[in-house]
Every structure is written in structure tokens, then in C-alpha cells.
């Protein structure tokens, strides 16, 4: 995305005091990204300026038929008082199926992370219901990707495993 580094540079400057913190309305975060979402709930936040944006929260009932905790992406009201997500009830049955295979492919892959489990991360590949892959070539991506991400993945090269 070409603009990109103009938002780079007008979140730099706005970090830096250079620039004051405002919302470009020609940028919105669903035409170039979601970096000026960020600064859209900062400034609601601090404005005191209620809006309702599109934001990943836990699942606390705002979604009952998906797990709570679920990590979802739903409208909120957002304001001085923080991040208060609608309630949408249950989503259709179509989709409770796909969504809870992407809740449980994301948790697999935390899973993973946190104990440095190999086999995890092998499941977690084979998991995606949108990315069909065999156990030989999980296996195979699993051991390229430890190999070339290992100085950022120190849990999977303990001795104790």
C-alpha cells in the first residue's frame, strides 16, 4: 500500500508532539489500514468524542454462540470510558462452524508459542480450516520456520523438550 509511509510519518509526528493528533478523514483505516484506527480510539478516548468502530476484543457476551474469551471482531462504542463492545447475539449457524475453527486454529497457535511445542505448532498449521496441509509437509514448514526464526523462538530450542 503506497500510503503507508505517509501514515508512518504523520503517526510519527503526532507521537513526537511535531504534529497535533487528529484523524485524517481521507485515510480512513479501511482504505489504507489499520494504523489510524489506533489513533482514532486514542483520541475518542481523550475527547471525550463518542464513536463506533470495528475493533478485536474478547468475547465477553457480546457473541453467545462463539466462546467467551474468543478474541472477535465487533463494533464498540468508544468514548472516556473506554472500549464497550455492541451485543450482536448469535451470528448465523453457517458461520459458528468456520469461526470456531479459526478460534481454536489461533489458540493452538498460542498454545504453541507459550510452550515452545512442536507438535503444537504442527497441529496449529494443519488447523487453519481455510489452509488444507498434510502432516508431512506441516511437519516440513514446522522445522523451516523454527530453523529460520530461531533467535525469536528461544522456548522451542530448550533441552528440556
Given at each position: ?11 510519527k ?9 487528529c ?23 481523550v ?49 459458528v ?46 522445522d ?18
Amino acid at each position: 500500500m503506497k500510503e503507508l509511509p505517509i501514515q508512518r510519518e504523520r503517526f510519527k509526528a503526532m507521537a513526537e508532539g511535531y504534529s497535533p493528533i487528529c484523524m485524517d478523514p481521507n485515510m480512513h483505516h479501511t482504505f489504507i489500514a489499520h494504523g489510524d484506527l489506533a489513533t482514532q480510539i486514542i483520541t475518542s478516548m481523550v475527547t471525550d468524542t463518542q464513536k463506533e468502530l470495528h475493533v478485536n476484543v474478547p468475547n465477553e457476551g457480546s457473541i453467545t454462540n462463539l466462546p467467551q474469551g474468543a478474541i472477535i471482531e465487533i463494533p464498540a462504542l468508544i468514548d472516556v470510558r473506554g472500549i464497550r463492545p455492541l451485543y450482536m447475539g448469535k451470528i448465523p449457524k453457517g458461520l459458528v462452524g468456520l469461526t470456531s475453527a479459526i478460534i481454536v486454529w489461533e489458540e493452538l497457535t498460542v498454545d504453541a508459542a507459550l510452550a515452545g511445542d512442536r507438535n503444537l505448532v504442527v497441529q496449529a498449521l494443519m488447523a487453519h480450516p481455510q489452509w488444507p496441509i498434510t502432516l508431512d509437509k506441516a511437519e516440513r514448514l514446522c522445522d523451516e520456520m523454527l530453523k529460520a526464526h530461531s533467535k525469536y523462538l528461544p522456548q522451542f530450542s530448550r533441552s528440556d523438550k
